[in-house]
């Protein structure tokens, strides 16, 4: 299709195993090499040699646009590409994240899903790499811990539970059951795009203890809805979120819990981080991506 169209420039918006010959120069965005750092997600041989055509496909690109600065020095460290044939240009959220969410709205989804405003809130999936046991266990420490158990705002999941891809993925009802937490963990499954933004913003807290992401949307999602946001120092979490989240030690459930507690006892830093939240969301833009996509393309 590309060489019948005589197409000048093709443009992969996520990794693949494309590999084009003739005329037509290859532009790829690249999200992340996951793979290189959890190689139990290449379970199978059918996965080890898709993940081989993949890196092959990068190798041979013309240009390659990171979506962090983290997966730039990623593909520089693992693939030993050349620095000069990277382009660093940040993603933004989808549109919808970005716009208030009304009295009407908030009212119509709590009570779909059964909740009060002021929950924490976690998950964005439940792969293991999302960590989202320590975000349960750190909360099971908290409720251990509270003097006022009632007072603790209940602790909301969301992420749908893929059973095919254990090991690869936290049974999140089985743990809950575990730490027993029924009571005080509600688990939403997968969450709809109309939900989400409301989800978000009557949330207190959103904590995301991720222990490697390419870039990290749903933290900069939270804080285009003024949600205070508890993150880990690892990977390009810190390129989004700078210094207008709160940071914790991934590997570390008791410094999880410490850092919650501090935040859910200081109203002002609340205040504090929902504006600054707000400010760094602004930062990001698809106007920004795309000017630099056109001017990559020129430059071809």
């Keep these: 299709k590309v060489r019948k169209d005589n197409c000048d420039v093709f443009l992969s918006l996520y990794q693949s195993t494309?590999?084009?010959?003739?005329?037509?120069?290859?532009?790829?965005?690249v999200h992340?090499?996951?793979?290189k750092f959890f190689p139990h997600y290449l379970n199978n041989g059918r996965k080890k040699l898709y993940q081989k055509l993949v890196e092959n496909s990068i190798k041979k690109a013309d240009k390659l646009v990171a979506i962090s600065h983290r997966t730039e020095k990623d593909l520089i460290s693992h693939l030993q590409i050349d620095p000069k044939k990277i382009t660093v240009s940040y993603i933004d959220v989808d549109p919808i994240y970005k716009k208030k969410v009304t009295q009407a709205e908030s009212q119509k989804v709590l009570k779909k899903h059964k909740l009060n405003p002021g929950y924490i809130y976690g998950g964005g999936g439940l792969e293991v790499r999302k960590n989202v046991e320590s975000v349960v266990r750190a909360y099971k420490l908290l409720l251990e811990n509270a003097d006022k158990k009632d007072k603790l705002p209940k602790l909301a999941i969301f992420g749908k539970l893929l059973p095919e891809l254990a090991p690869l993925v936290t049974d999140l009802e089985m743990l809950v059951s575990q730490l027993g937490l029924k009571k005080q963990v509600v688990i939403l499954g997968q969450v709809s795009q109309a939900d989400s933004p409301v989800l978000y913003a009557n949330a207190s807290l959103f904590v995301?203890?991720?222990?490697?992401?390419?870039?990290?949307?749903?933290?900069?999602?939270?804080?285009?809805?003024?949600?205070?946001?508890?993150?880990?120092?690892?990977?390009?979490?810190?390129?989004?979120?700078?210094?207008?989240?709160?940071?914790?030690?991934?590997?570390?459930?008791?410094?999880?819990?410490?850092?919650?507690?501090n935040f859910l006892a200081n109203d002002h830093l609340k205040a504090a981080l929902s504006m600054k939240g707000?400010?760094?969301?602004?930062h990001f833009s698809w106007e920004k991506f795309v000017a630099k996509m056109n001017n990559i393309i020129k430059e071809l």
């Design 18 to 29: 494309t590999v084009l010959s003739g005329k037509t120069k290859h532009l790829m965005i």
């Design 32 to 35: 992340d090499l996951i793979p």
């Design 208 to 261: 995301y203890p991720s222990f490697y992401e390419g870039f990290g949307l749903p933290i900069l999602e939270a804080m285009n809805q003024g949600v205070p946001v508890i993150t880990s120092k690892t990977s390009s979490l810190p390129e989004v979120g700078s210094d207008s989240v709160l940071y914790c030690n991934p590997d570390d459930v008791e410094d999880l819990a410490m850092v919650m507690k």
């Design 278 to 282: 707000k400010e760094r969301g602004s």
